[in-house]
Each structure stands twice: as C-alpha cells, then as structure tokens.
DNA sequence: TCTGGGGTCCTTACCCTG
DNA sequence: TCTGCAGGGTAAGGACCC
C-alpha cells in the first residue's frame, strides 16, 4: 500500500466518504512507526523491500520487528526466532543495530516537536502529540496528521500511521486500526461506536490472561464489558482493573500528554547464552548488570532506595527479591553487594540459572539526597571514583574502564564450553 | 513453541505502630 | 496487658506494554 492511500475516518457505515472532515475536538494525535527496527534496515538495503525481513536474532532470541511480508507469515513481534524461521524460512534475518534505531527515532521526535511542544514518547517509534495549540497555525488535525506523516517520509525514510482522536487511548486504537501507513480520524460522537463492537483485548491492560477471565464471564466485546456492571467488574479483576476496563469501556481517558515523566526505576538483566550453575559466574554478570545500572542512574542524576534482584531458572520460573537501603545511594559497588546479598540468600545449590537482572527502584533526585550520600561516609570516595569513571566513558567508550574483576571477559558466559 | 529486555502498575501478604 | 483494627511501608509475584 503507498503513502497517501489511505484516508479513512472510523468506519461506521454513515459516515459517507472517507474521513468525511469532521476531525473537531479530536487534539490527540498517536503517531506509530510500521514495523519501525524493519524499515530503518530497509533503507540501507533497497534490494529487501518486498521481502519477508525480521530483526532479531541470538541463539535464544525473539523477532524485535518484522516487515510486512513476513507477518503475512505469522511472523508478529516477540515470537521466538526459533518459531518465526519455521514460519518463515526463507526471511532475511537482521541483527538489531539499537543505536541506529535509537538515533532515527531522536529525529522523529524532533520532527514531532517542531510541530508541538506537547510530544509524550511511548517508546522508541511512538508517542502521543497534543495539537490543541498547533490548529490555528497548521490546519486541521487531519492537516496536520499529514504533515507529519510526508515529512516522516521525506526527512527519515520510512512510514507511519497516525491516530486522531478526542482522548489518548482511542488515538492508540485508531492508529492501530489503520496500520500500515494510514490515518484514521475518530470523531468525538463517534467514539462509542468505534469502540464497542472492538475485541476486549484493545483495551490498555488487557493481555492474554485477563481475556480469558473475561471470557469466562462472557465478555467478549468492549460493549460487553461497558455494559456490565462495574462492581461484577470489580469483584472478578480486582478494584483498579475492574474500575479501569469499566471506564476505557465508555471511551474515558483524562489524561493529558505529559511530555516529561521522571523514571520511577532503571535495571538491566541479561539472558546467559546457555544457563550456567556457576556461582562465580553469576557475580561477575550481577557486577556487570550493577556496573551498567549504577552508570545510568548517576548519568541521569538519580539516587535509589530499593535495589532489586531478578533470578530467573532453566525451567522458566522466575523469582525477584528486594532491600531497601537506609540511605539511598547512587554507587555501583553498593548496587552489587545488595545484588550479590539477595541471591546468596536465594541459597541455592548449582541451580540452573538461564537469567539474572539487577534493578534501582525508588529513584529520586540525587541532588536532594547529596548531603545524605557525603554523611554515608565509606563509599563517598568510591563514588567520586565512579564519577571519574564514567566521565572516560563518556568520552572514550563504554569499555575504556571496567570493574576488574570484569576485564578478562566482559561477557562471563563466554568461557562457557560451546 | 519455547519464550529478550526495558519498564509500569496492581495485588497480596506481612510486619510494625498507634 | 491483651486484643482488634486501621494505615503505612516493604516485599514478592504477576500481568501488561512496547
């Protein structure tokens, strides 16, 4: 399908022809990248358009994106590539270049922004954008929604579809209902007709397993479960689930594109290439995790109160344990003794472990909490230490300095056996 | 079929305090 | 001193989203 094909309002039959104009009261723009990894692969290599491309990869990965021919497969995000090649077998298969993405996806949002100051990303390659104050100078929503989209084209090289709609959670929708490379209005008289005779699983919070709850209660359409009643909802999904279905269920959402929300925790976790039993191995990937994670929560200025640990078995259950400290702390060495105290109370004996995963939750500003982190005396030289280093990193790489224990393999599974 | 990595939010249980 | 209760903090686990 080529750009500018697409012009639809929601269809409801008697609305006559395609977005028939009425974009009035719809301020809240969902503009989502097709396929985004894909595409941005796509435009290096021209001679793959067409062509069934996933990106993803590793032993024991999942497809992060794939093209459009290769979802006509069954190919869809998340899926095991394992599963996705027998889908599949004759995809391209490309490795995922995040910093690329991340780049493209800086662009995009700059490119948002010269539209409106009012832009909430998502993710990498989607946000919401409020245009309430951009009408008067740009056109109409639709105007504006295809402004958008042919400069999303023509400055980056790839498409986008975009949802105009009165709140955010039927901008989401409708941007999902006219992918790829569309653009879908729904008016603000119409939203309930658009809404209700949609899946249950639309709604934002409802995965696989709250759909088979619902379901069992018979509920299979939005409308169903806008016309259930709410203390039914209640009682079956809990008071926030069955509150929150029952209002997107009546198409009401107050809230507001906020551009900038604080983090409320940062982690990062690692699946080993193979699952290993060997504790040593373990504290050098926990050293590694706390190492990675102490850098970004002092890059962006963060103390936390609560590090968390995540174990996770060969047999794919998984278990996370907690502390809080009595000072918060900003220090890589404090992130990895809490990390190595939580799993060595685990107890376990050569238990296969296929992932661990270190978290600072509690985050708050680092500069409130400095004359706490002076008073905590022992680790403050250490800290000023971290600082140093994380400043040769910013200038001469993520590997210029490592902890080391970590210098003679980076990666601990890599001296695994193959 | 065999499941990544980054997050947020909710529920439940337990403990402590008043 | 004991009991019951409410509320807050913490911990653990799960569901969900992209």
Known sequence: MSRNQVRRSAGLGKSGPLNSGDDTGCTILHVDMDAFFALVELRTRPELHGKPVIVGGGSRGVVLSAT??????????????????????????????????TEVSRNVMALFNSITPLVEPLSLDEAFLDISGTIRRLGSPL????????????????????GIAPTKFIAKI?????????????????????????????????????????????????????NMPIA????????????????????????????????????????????????ELIYAKLLHLADEVGTRVRGAGYVSRTISLKVRFSDFTTLSRS?????????????YETARALYDSLGLERVRVRLVGVRAEGLRAAEGAAQQLILGAPDHGRREAEVAVDALRARFGSDAVLPGRLVERADPTESLPK
């Open 323 to 335: 502390r809080t400290l009595t000072t918060p702390t900003d220090v890589t060495q404090e992130f």
């Open 232 to 279: 039914t909802l209640r009682r079956a999904l809990g008071q926030a689930t069955g509150t929150h279905l029952h209002t997107l269920a009546w198409g009401i959402d107050p809230r507001s594109v906020t551009p900038h929300e604080p983090e409320k925790s940062i982690g990062a976790e690692e699946t080993f290439s193979q699952d290993i039993d060997d504790p």
């Open 68 to 101: 459009y021919e290769a979802r006509a497969l069954g190919v869809h995000s998340a899926m095991p590539m394992s599963r996705a090649l027998r889908l599949a077998p004759h995809a391209v298969v490309i490795a995922p270049d995040h910093r690329k993405y």
């Open 174 to 226: 409708a941007s999902a209902r006219c992918k790829p490379d569309g653009v879908l209005v729904v008016p603000a008289d119409r939203v309930l007709a658009f809404l209700h005779p949609l899946p249950v699983s639309v709604l934002w919070g409802v995965g696989e397993r709250t759909e088979e709850q619902l379901t069992r209660l018979g509920l299979y359409t939005v409308g169903d479960i806008a």
């Open 143 to 162: 105007a504006i929604a295809e402004l958008i989209r042919s400069r999303v084209v023509d400055e980056q090289g790839i498409t986008c579809s975009v």
